[in-house]
């Protein structure tokens, strides 16, 4: 079972940089003035939704997966798949799966027209070029628009992934009832992959703590029932699971109560020791092993 676990692993892996490879080809082809191929796009991530059918906890390693050098190339495949598995929670259509996962790695595509400097740079970005960087949902909509293969649920929430509930998003600053279902859905696989990332400014960071700050620190700017969706695949495929914390040491999940799902109570390895997370505040899971 452990060898069968390690060859899902690395087919997956594989996989993934196979599409990361395949996508910086096509964006490279963007930049160059190249018209979007929404069919080559769909054949770049369909390997990958498939094989998150068939093991659905890989969404738990896409961060061990970034790295700052390459993450323009790896987030929008990320966004794609994690749109595409919150999809699924919410039991949507397959036809509606593989639309958000289409919508979700084109909703960046229009970083195509930032300069390349922008897109390169290692330090903090000045007001002028973040205001540039705030264009790209204007880019990607109309670099897709006229495409035939995303239905206009898709472009919507193409142009809409960065707004936010609470009208402080952009480009138009829209709020609840205007932003599109899928919009809403994107809008989170974007935060949390974009959040659990390594960045030329940070270390990657463990999805539950990720988690936990969406929750806490952008309440009301993204959709509960969406946030809940992503957080039970987490969790559901967690129980039982052994983990590594904040601390280095090593546990194993026992148990999750519905009000605090990041902070279950755990076990660890070496002492049997039982911790209820909830109350320790200090500690969290860094990763599941």
Not at 259 to 282: G, H, Q, Y
Request: proline share 4%; with cysteine; charged share 25%.
């Amino acid at each position: 079972n452990q060898i069968l676990l390690i060859d899902l692993n690395s087919l997956f892996q594989d996989l993934f940089l196979q599409a990361v490879h395949d996508y910086k080809k096509e964006f490279q082809s963007w930049q160059a003035g190249m018209t979007v191929d929404v069919s080559k796009v769909r054949a770049i991530i369909f390997p990958l939704l498939q094989e998150l059918e068939e093991s659905p906890l890989e969404i738990l390693t896409l961060h061990h997966l970034s790295t700052a050098n390459e993450y323009l190339f790896q987030h929008p495949i990320a966004v794609g798949l994690i749109s595409a598995f919150i999809g699924k929670k919410l039991k949507q259509t397959k036809g509606d799966i593989v639309q958000l996962a289409l919508a979700g790695c084109l909703s960046d595509c229009g970083m195509a027209k930032i300069p390349e400097s922008i897109l390169s740079k290692k330090s903090a970005l000045t007001s002028s070029e973040f205001a540039e960087i705030r264009t790209h949902p204007t880019y990607s909509y109309s670099m897709v628009k006229n495409s035939p293969l995303i239905r206009d649920a898709g472009k919507v929430a193409i142009f809409q992934h960065h707004e936010r509930l609470d009208g402080t998003g952009y480009p138009l600053g829209d709020k609840t009832q205007k932003i599109h279902p899928f919009a809403l859905i994107i809008a989170v696989a974007d935060t949390f992959h974009a959040m659990t990332s390594a960045r030329p400014y940070r270390k990657k960071q463990s999805p539950f703590k990720v988690l936990e700050m969406i929750i806490q620190d952008n309440f009301g700017k993204f959709d509960i029932s969406v946030i809940k969706a992503l957080q039970s695949g987490i969790i559901n495929y967690s129980t039982g699971s052994e983990v590594k914390l904040s601390d280095g040491s090593k546990a194993e999940i026992l148990f999750f109560e519905e009000k605090s799902p990041t902070r279950p109570l755990v076990k660890f390895k070496e002492t049997d020791e039982i911790v209820n997370l909830a109350t320790s505040r200090d500690l969290f899971i860094e990763e599941v092993l």
